[in-house]
């Protein structure tokens, strides 16, 4: 209990040291300490059938874990993060149903040898939170990664199909946990919670839009911390339960910031579309040909070190070019000029939580240039340069402006504000995730550089010298 206590503690402060860049390396480090002591705890105090065979999966699992982890981009991480939320929920699932198909060996039976009433609870709930992080990170990662389109699928009365859905599962768990006989022989009702939660899972995920998908990764981080916290009470492991509570409630409060700085519902987002409806689906509309200014690096570069006050806005288009380090060589030589240069974060750029940051501390922009919305969006009114390099939305008035679209209520960059602005993108052709056009490409002010991200600014660091 003691040594649980401990990785407790160091889980905590892995928490608190992944709240910022600059302390990012602490917290893994806190967090890969505490982990190792929890593990090698439960090794120790329990009778172990094999230890070989645990060594060699671990050592399995390890393997793939450090390949996975050096070979993967950033432009990648998202859906990598699904994908391990995906992980999480299918061990709760399979640890639940190991469980009750030999309830003797987790000491969860009574006299008579039939489930406890509390352990069949835990079970039920258990596989159901289990079930739903998995179908649920499972789309998450088709969409992150483009296998499955990034805008709203609404399916006919969705509401009524969710909600019957769900009550379903809460009622076969009740009537599981008083059955006479809760051992295997109610296995029907076991087996239905895990595919009513499976499916639930599905339909929760596919109605949310691109431009909610940031708030989705935190969430089903949420989701994975609970169902480890209910097979935690079922295995009888006091580390489980509180890594499991860590997980899922600093993932509730971290998706419900986001959704607070996005103008979203809390509880539309996490109720799988509530508040999204046909109008939102349809992308706003279809796009029209309008004229718009083409410039170059030359032209860009001049405009920069002629200006006093520059601010960047970076998005997914940088992540996808790997131009983050060409961007802070370009910012490094602009101050050398006089230039002073802020960078603006929005809450849900790249597609999740902290994407941007990552990127830039990776690049080695210092962590005081770096801003959020709140904190610099007032100063746009006197920033002579807005360059946005691959963002889209975050930046998109339509937000302010038009009703029917899906990112409609969303807090964006008050770029139209600067004198002038400059927009990389790769070609007009293209559209922000969420899949709306953007009036910024066609305002005064704005001068469109069409061209892959590192190789424009590039260009333009060239241009400065």
């Known amino acids: 209990m003691l040594a649980y206590l401990v990785a407790g503690v160091f889980f905590i402060l892995a928490l608190r040291g992944l709240s910022s860049p600059a302390t990012s390396r602490t917290g893994n480090r806190n967090g890969m300490i505490g982990m190792a002591l929890a593990v090698g705890t439960t090794l120790v105090t329990h009778d172990i059938a094999n230890i070989v065979e645990i060594l060699i999966a671990v050592g399995i699992g390890g393997a793939i874990g450090v390949v996975v982890a050096r070979r993967i981009a950033m432009t990648a991480m998202p859906e990598l993060v699904a994908g391990f939320h995906s992980l999480v929920g299918l061990a709760a699932v399979v640890v639940g149903f190991g469980a009750w198909l030999d309830p003797q060996s987790f000491g969860i039976v009574d006299a008579a040898g039939q489930i406890l009433a509390v352990s069949r609870i835990e079970l039920g709930l258990g596989i159901a939170i289990g079930a739903i992080t998995f179908s649920g990170s499972v789309i998450a990662f088709l969409k992150l990664s483009g296998r499955m389109s990034g805008s709203p699928i609404l399916l006919p009365a969705r509401h009524i199909i969710n909600l019957g859905t769900l ?32 499916a639930i899972g599905f339909l929760l995920i596919i109605p949310i839009g691109g431009a909610d998908m940031p708030v989705v990764v935190s969430m089903l981080n949420s989701y994975s911390g609970w169902a480890a916290a209910a097979m935690g009470f079922t295995l009888g492991n006091t580390a489980m339960i509180i890594t499991g509570a860590l997980v899922g409630s600093s993932g509730a409060i971290l998706s419900y910031i986001m959704c607070r700085a996005m103008n979203r519902s809390f509880i539309s987002v996490i109720a799988g579309g509530f508040g999204a409806d046909a109008g939102a689906a349809g992308g706003g509309g279809a796009r029209e040909q309008r004229p718009y200014k083409q410039g170059s690096a030359e032209d860009a570069a ?22 983050q380090h060409a961007l802070r060589e370009m910012g490094d030589k602009l101050k050398e000029k006089g230039v002073e240069v802020k960078y603006a974060i929005h809450p849900v750029a790249g597609r999740m939580p902290g994407h941007m940051n990552v990127l830039l501390a990776e690049a080695s922009v210092p962590y005081d240039e770096v801003f959020e919305l709140e904190d610099i969006n007032s100063e746009f009114a006197q920033a002579d340069v807005a360059f946005i390099i691959g963002a889209n ?27 002038q602005v400059f927009f990389i993108k790769r070609s007009m052709g293209g559209v922000g995730y969420a899949g709306v056009d953007n009036d910024v490409f066609y305002m005064n002010q704005t001068v469109m550089l069409l061209a892959d991200a590192k190789k424009m600014v590039e260009e333009i660091v060239k241009s400065l010298d």
Do not use: C, H, R
Request: glycine fraction near 8%; proline fraction near 6%; charge should be negative.
């Open 393 to 419: 939305d975050v930046v998109n008035p339509a937000a302010k402006t038009d009703k029917a679209s899906p990112i409609y209520g969303m807090p964006v960059f008050d770029v139209d504000k600067a004198k």
């Open 167 to 198: 009550a379903a599962i809460l009622v076969l768990i009740a009537l599981y946990t008083v059955s006479p006989a809760g051992a295997a022989g109610e296995g029907w009702m076991v087996i239905a919670i895990a595919l009513l939660a499976f």
């Open 302 to 323: 001049y405009m920069l070190e002629q200006a006093e006050k520059v601010i960047i806005i970076p998005g997914y288009g940088m992540a996808v070019a790997q131009a």
